[in-house]
């Protein structure tokens, strides 16, 4: 409790020290965010999507809140220092570590900050140092709410509507931190080159991921491309993975996204298509999983700001998301196919309604020498989505959703055995912003 109140304290010297001081200004901004959570079958870890036959699942149900806190202090005209600090970030009321403020990391879901960074207008362009969003790029087919240390720069020569960015970001520090002289670091390096207009963005990155614990040269190219024309709208990203993962395993794998829609006076209706490749042979030299990993850390999965579904990539259900829980390893292996149509209708300027309906199956079901076993079936289900949002102000609107997904025979442990079980989804919340 002491440290929540010394962050309140710090943040008020700070707001008071910027009206006594003509040359900063300080300005703040955020949002607080509680949620209800019920799922009919549930096993503390997502969405429990098969029983033993002849038993009945048990149901999962909580609330949790979240409240991020952005200070940005202007220095002068060529200097800002920007923040994010999470006072409560997915905690579970009645779930923390020693009470209802305490445990204050990152691990524990509580106070901490997320990001910490410096901006300069230089003569050369915008450099951006310190912790920052590494998160967030083009769609967010694939994008995860994850920071890195980073140096970033703008370059200024770039002619408008043309934009370029590089950076490098350092993920793990050993050298001489583990109590050895060895350069066992890893870091980051990548380059984007985009183009930006009031009705198309395009861009195109280049990622080197070098990991010098071992041989991992990971490299990424990763274009899209959001664009308007009158009524209508594409949305589409690809990802193209390569590199040597081992000396003797080599990366080789490819995810995309595509969405059409239309916007037609209060209705909006669009059809997506994504996809993510399996490896159908883990033993072989090839690791063609495009879904690397099952974990948040590290940034897996279909992307934690990724949700047109609220079971499938919902942050909570532990299936191809995972924000909350640890991503389905099956299903990751196994890649997917899903097809969407969704439609929202405003009813008012308060009211809003959603709709969809999605079909989805592994790219790879079965694979040698892994865990999914021979035969398996390649159907993940159909999930059928409705959900309204009613803003009660201009900064408050309150949501619930309703999410049911027929369960597809991919899910059985085995052929023969464990029955596959239908589940649904219950949510509500109310979000705040300032």
Do not use: C
């Amino acid at each position: 409790m002491k440290k929540v109140l010394s962050t309140v304290a710090a943040l008020g010297l700070v707001a008071g020290l910027a009206t006594t001081a003509s040359a900063v200004e300080f300005k703040m901004s955020g949002q607080y965010l509680v949620e209800g959570i019920y799922m009919n079958g549930g096993d503390g870890g997502g969405v429990a999507v098969n029983e033993t036959a002849g038993t009945d699942n048990t149901s999962d149900s909580w609330y949790q809140h979240t409240f991020v806190v952005r200070p940005t202090m202007k220095v002068n005209d060529k200097i800002s220092m920007l923040g994010d600090i999470r006072l409560a970030d997915n905690t579970i009321w009645g779930g923390q570590t020693g009470g209802d403020v305490e445990g204050l990391s990152p691990g524990s879901n509580d106070v901490y900050v997320h990001q910490l960074y410096m901006d300069y207008a230089s003569e050369i362009g915008k450099i951006r140092i310190g912790r920052t969003s590494a998160g967030p790029y083009g769609t967010n087919f694939l994008n995860t709410d994850i920071r890195q240390n980073r140096i970033m720069w703008w370059p200024s020569f770039m002619p408008k509507p043309w934009n370029l960015l590089f950076f490098t970001a350092k993920l793990t520090e050993n050298e001489n931190v583990d109590g050895t002289t060895s350069a066992t670091d890893s870091d980051r390096y990548e380059a984007r080159l985009g183009y930006t207009t009031a009705d198309h963005d395009f861009n195109v990155r280049y990622i080197f991921l070098n990991d010098n614990s071992g041989i991992t040269e990971r490299q990424v190219i990763n274009p899209y491309a959001k664009m308007k024309f009158d009524n209508y709208f594409v949305n589409t990203e690809l990802h193209y993975n390569f590199g040597d993962q081992t000396a003797t395993v080599d990366y080789d794998s490819l995810a995309a996204m595509l969405e059409v829609g239309g916007k037609f006076d209060a209705l909006t209706v669009s059809g997506m298509y994504f996809y993510a490749e399996g490896d159908d042979n883990t033993a072989d030299s090839d690791n063609n999983q495009a879904l690397f990993g099952t974990t948040k850390a590290t940034g897996t999965g279909t992307g934690t700001e990724f949700e047109p579904l609220y079971i499938l990539t919902g942050r909570t259900t532990g299936l191809l998301n995972p924000d909350q829980n640890t991503a389905n390893s099956n299903m990751a292996t196994a890649g997917v196919h899903a097809f969407i149509l969704g439609a929202d209708y405003a009813v008012s300027n308060q009211l809003t309604l959603h709709a969809a309906v999605a079909y989805a199956q592994a790219d790879e079901a079965t694979q040698t020498g892994g865990a999914n076993y021979a035969g398996r079936d390649d159907e993940y289900g159909w999930e059928y989505n409705i959900g309204a949002a009613y803003k009660l102000l201009d900064n408050l609107t309150y949501e619930a959703h309703f999410g049911y997904l027929d369960t597809g025979d991919f899910f059985k442990s085995t052929a023969t055995t464990a029955d596959t079980d239908n589940v649904y989804l219950l949510t509500h919340s109310l979000t705040m912003t300032f």
